[in-house]
C-alpha cells in the first residue's frame, strides 16, 4: 500500500516536514516493497493561499491510500477524505520510524482536521 | 468629484473628519464607508430607514454531470480554490475563490456556473443632503475589496463623494482610493504617526492623486510631521487640536463639527481650496 | 513557551504602545511584529537588521506592449479593473492586478507575462529586549495573511530554539484576512480597546470574529478614563461573551512622550506614575491567567 509523508529530503532516516500544506515534497512510501518515488511540492512554497488544498491534490493524484503528518488543516482534509485517503497523525519522527508505527498499527488514524486553516 | 480620506494609521481621525466633512458640506453629498472590517461612521450620523442588502461575489458552481474531471479549472485557478485529482473527482473551496470568472472560461464542457456566495452586506440610507453607503465584511470572512467595489458601484458618480478609507495601504486601501480625485491624508505627530504617514504618501503619490494632510490633535507630540510635510512641499490643509472635549465626545458618537463648530470654517477652506482638483498628469 | 497576540478591531486603540511594554517587561522571550501594513514597533524596539529577506508571493500580470494587438480581450475579462487603456493599447495597473490569470491564459497574442510577485520585505533583527521578526509589505501588495504567518513562522521557530518563554505578537487592526492569519494556533488573544462607541462596536466584532475560530480572549480598555461609563459596558460586554479582563489603562501624555523618545512608557524609569503600575499590574496578570 502506498502511504505519503510530507518531508524536505528523500532520506528515510530524515525527520518529516512539520507542516502538510508547505512541505517542500511528499515521499511516496511503498509498504510492501519498502521502495518510494519522490512527489515535488515546491510550487506550494510560494501559493498565497490554498497550500493544503493543493497540496492534498498532489497527494490524491499519486495513488496513495493514506497519509501520515502531524497537522491537517480543514481544506486539505476534505480533498483527501474525498479522495479516500485516510489520514494519521505522528506528532514527529523520521520517516522510517513513522513507517514501522504505521505497520504495527500503532498509529491513530483522524476523523477530521486536527489544525485551523492558515497560511502557512 | 470623489475625495478620499485615508490614512496609514489607524485611529488618526479619517472617520472623524469624513462624517465633518460631509456634515459640512453645502448641498448634496454623498458619504461612503468603505472601512468594511470595521465600519464606523454610522455613530456619528442618526441613521433611519436604512436599507440593508447583501453583498455577493460569484463562485463556481461544478455540474458534476457535465463535468468530464479533465481539471483544466485547477489548472488554471492561481488560488488553489478547485482541486481535480484522479480523473474522477473535482472540488471547489468557495473560500478561496476570488471570483477571477477564470474556471468557467476555462471549461470545455461548460460544466461550470456561477453562484453568489454571501460575503457582507451593504447599508443604505439618505439623511437630509446626505446619501449614506457602507459596506461591512461579514465575521470569518477574509477579504474586503469586493465589498469596497460594491460599495463604489452603488454610488452614484455626479455628487460629491467623501469615501471614508481603510487604514493601511494594502490591498483594501488601494481599493478604495484608487479612483479618488483627491485624498486627505489624516495623521497625527508622533513617531508611529509620521511612519504610516510616509508609507501612505508614497502610496497616494504611486496611485498619482493629488493629496494634501491633515494633522489631527497636532498639539500632542512634536513637530516631526509638520517637518517631514515641509521637506516634502506637501500641503496641510487641517490642523485640529487635541481636546479632552472633543474625545469625550467622540466616545459617545458625537461627530466634530457638533462640538467643535470652528473646524466647519476650516472645513470650508479646504473644500474651497480642492475644487478644482483633479488627478496629476 | 507561549504565544501572545495583541489585537485590537479599530484602529489606534493603542496595541503597539501596549506589546512595546509587554516587551520590555517579558524577561527571555522573542517579539513579531504582525501588523505588516503599517509596522510600528521597531519604532520603540529600534531592531539591529541581522537578515533580509524579499517576500514573493503569487504572480502579477504584465503586457508587452510589443505584442499587443490592443484586441482588449483583457480588458472585457478583468474583474477588477485593473486593465487600462493607453492609446491603442492597453496596460496593467499593478497595484489593482489581483494575480488571477485569466488576461495571460486569454490573450491571443500571449502577450502577457506572468512574474512572481515581489510582495515586500521581511528581516529578523536584534533588539535590546530580544530577537524580533518583521516585515514590511511593498505598496499596494496583497496583504492576504500570508507574510503574518511567515512572521509568525519565523518567530516561533526563534523562540523554541532559544527556549524562550513567550512570543510576543503585535497584531494587525480590522478583522480581515491578516489578524485572521495571527490568531490562529495562539496561546493568548489579548484585545486592545478604548471606551468609544467606536472602539465597542469594534470590540464586538473582533469577539464575534474569536469566536468564530473558538479562540478566548483577554481584554483590555486603554484611555479608559475618557468615558467610564462605556468602559463598563464594554467590559460587561466581554464577560458576557466569556472574554478576561485584564484591566484598565488610562490616558496618559506620558505614552506619547515616551514613543517620542523611542521607549516604552514602562521603561521611562518612573516606577510610581500609575500609568507605568497600570501596564505592569496588567502584564504580570496576562501571565498569571496564562499558567
Redesign the interface.
Known amino acids: 500500500m502506498k502511504i505519503a509523508l510530507p518531508v524536505t529530503s528523500d532520506k528515510v532516516e530524515d525527520q518529516m516536514n512539520r507542516t502538510f500544506g508547505r512541505a517542500p515534497k511528499f515521499m511516496i512510501y511503498e509498504t510492501q516493497t519498502d521502495a518510494f518515488e519522490m512527489v515535488d511540492n515546491a510550487q506550494?512554497l510560494?501559493?498565497?493561499?490554498?497550500?493544503?488544498?493543493?497540496s492534498?491534490?498532489n497527494v490524491?493524484?499519486s495513488g496513495a491510500k493514506a497519509i501520515i503528518c502531524k497537522n491537517c488543516g480543514p481544506?486539505a482534509y476534505?480533498?483527501l477524505t474525498?479522495?479516500g485517503i485516510e489520514i494519521y497523525i505522528a506528532e514527529s519522527g523520521t520517516v522510517k520510524e513513522n513507517i514501522e508505527k504505521f505497520k504495527k498499527g500503532e498509529l491513530k488514524s483522524s476523523s477530521s482536521a486536527n489544525?485551523?486553516?492558515?497560511?502557512? | 468629484m470623489k475625495l478620499a480620506v485615508a490614512s496609514g494609521k489607524g485611529g488618526t481621525g479619517k472617520t472623524t473628519l469624513s462624517v465633518a466633512i460631509a456634515k459640512t458640506f453645502d448641498g448634496p453629498v454623498q458619504l461612503l464607508d468603505c472601512d468594511v472590517e470595521e465600519p464606523n461612521s454610522h455613530i456619528f450620523l442618526k441613521l433611519e430607514n436604512k436599507i440593508i442588502e447583501k453583498v455577493n461575489v460569484p463562485v463556481p458552481v461544478i455540474d458534476l454531470e457535465k463535468c468530464t474531471h479533465c481539471g483544466k479549472c485547477?489548472e488554471i485557478c492561481?488560488?488553489?480554490?478547485i482541486?481535480?485529482?484522479?480523473g474522477t473527482?473535482t472540488?471547489v473551496?468557495p473560500d478561496?475563490c476570488h471570483s477571477c470568472g477564470g474556471c468557467e472560461l476555462v471549461c470545455p464542457e461548460g460544466a461550470i456556473t456561477e453562484k453568489p456566495e454571501e460575503i457582507g452586506e451593504l447599508t443604505k440610507c439618505n439623511l437630509g443632503n446626505i446619501k449614506f453607503l457602507e459596506g461591512k465584511l461579514k465575521i470569518g470572512k477574509a477579504m474586503s475589496p469586493p465589498i469596497i467595489r460594491a460599495v463604489k458601484n452603488a454610488a452614484e458618480d455626479e455628487l460629491f463623494t467623501v469615501i471614508d478609507s481603510p487604514p493601511g495601504t494594502s490591498c483594501p486601501m488601494i481599493a478604495a482610493v484608487h479612483d479618488a480625485d483627491y485624498v486627505l491624508l489624516v495623521t497625527e505627530p508622533t513617531p508611529f504617526g509620521l511612519n504610516d504617514l510616509i508609507l501612505a504618501v508614497e502610496t497616494v503619490r504611486d496611485m498619482k492623486i493629488s493629496f494634501s494632510v491633515a494633522i489631527n490633535r497636532f498639539d500632542v507630540g512634536d513637530d516631526r510631521v509638520e517637518k517631514y510635510c515641509e521637506k516634502e512641499g506637501i500641503e496641510i490643509s487641517l490642523k485640529i487640536p487635541d481636546s479632552r472635549k472633543v474625545a469625550v465626545a467622540y466616545s459617545k458618537g458625537i461627530s466634530l463639527d457638533e462640538v467643535m463648530p470652528e473646524v466647519k470654517t476650516d472645513i470650508r477652506k479646504f473644500l474651497k481650496s480642492i475644487e478644482s482638483s483633479g488627478r496629476q498628469s | 513557551m507561549k504565544e501572545i497576540v495583541v489585537i485590537s478591531g479599530k484602529g489606534g486603540t493603542g496595541k503597539t504602545s501596549i506589546t512595546s511594554c509587554f516587551a520590555a517587561l517579558a524577561k527571555n522571550s522573542v517579539f513579531a511584529d504582525c501588523d505588516v501594513d503599517a509596522a510600528d514597533l521597531h519604532l520603540i524596539l529600534s531592531p539591529d537588521i541581522k537578515e533580509k529577506n524579499d517576500f514573493?508571493?503569487?504572480h502579477l500580470a504584465e503586457i508587452d506592449e510589443s505584442k499587443c494587438t490592443g484586441c482588449g480581450k483583457c480588458f472585457e475579462l478583468c474583474r477588477f479593473d485593473a486593465v487600462k487603456k493607453v492609446g491603442d493599447k492597453f496596460e496593467i495597473e499593478e497595484s489593482l492586478c489581483e494575480?488571477c490569470g485569466v488576461c495571460v491564459h486569454f490573450c491571443p497574442e500571449k502577450a502577457i507575462d506572468f512574474p512572481?510577485r515581489n510582495c515586500g520585505k521581511w528581516f529578523i533583527s536584534d533588539t535590546r529586549h530580544g530577537p524580533m521578526v518583521h516585515a514590511k509589505l511593498g505598496i499596494g501588495a496583497?496583504n492576504?495573511?500570508?507574510l503574518?504567518?511567515?512572521v509568525?513562522?519565523e518567530a516561533r521557530e526563534i523562540a523554541v530554539k532559544r527556549n524562550s518563554e513567550y512570543l510576543i505578537v503585535d497584531g494587525p487592526p480590522g478583522i480581515g484576512?491578516p489578524v485572521i492569519?495571527s490568531l490562529?494556533?495562539s496561546d493568548a488573544v489579548v484585545a486592545v480597546t478604548e471606551p468609544t462607541i467606536s472602539g465597542k462596536h469594534d470590540f464586538e466584532r473582533v469577539a464575534k470574529l474569536a469566536a468564530h475560530?473558538g479562540i478566548s480572549l483577554f481584554v483590555i480598555v486603554n484611555k479608559w478614563d475618557i468615558n467610564p461609563e462605556m468602559t463598563e459596558e464594554i467590559e460587561k460586554v466581554a464577560k458576557g461573551g466569556g472574554a478576561k479582563v485584564l484591566g484598565r489603562i488610562r490616558y496618559d501624555k506620558k505614552v506619547t512622550e515616551a514613543q517620542i523618545s523611542g521607549i516604552s512608557v514602562v521603561e521611562t524609569g518612573d516606577l510610581n506614575s500609575e500609568i507605568v503600575k497600570e501596564m505592569i499590574s496588567i502584564w504580570e496578570n496576562l501571565t498569571e491567567k496564562m499558567r
Open positions: 506550494n510560494n501559493a498565497a493561499q490554498g497550500a493544503g488544498t493543493q492534498a491534490q490524491a493524484s481544506n476534505q480533498v474525498a479522495a489544525v485551523e486553516g492558515h497560511w502557512l | 485547477a492561481e488560488f488553489n480554490a482541486i481535480s485529482f484522479g473527482t472540488m473551496f478561496l | 514573493i508571493s503569487g494575480g512572481d496583497e492576504s495573511g500570508r503574518v504567518s511567515l509568525r513562522k484576512c492569519a490562529t494556533g475560530f
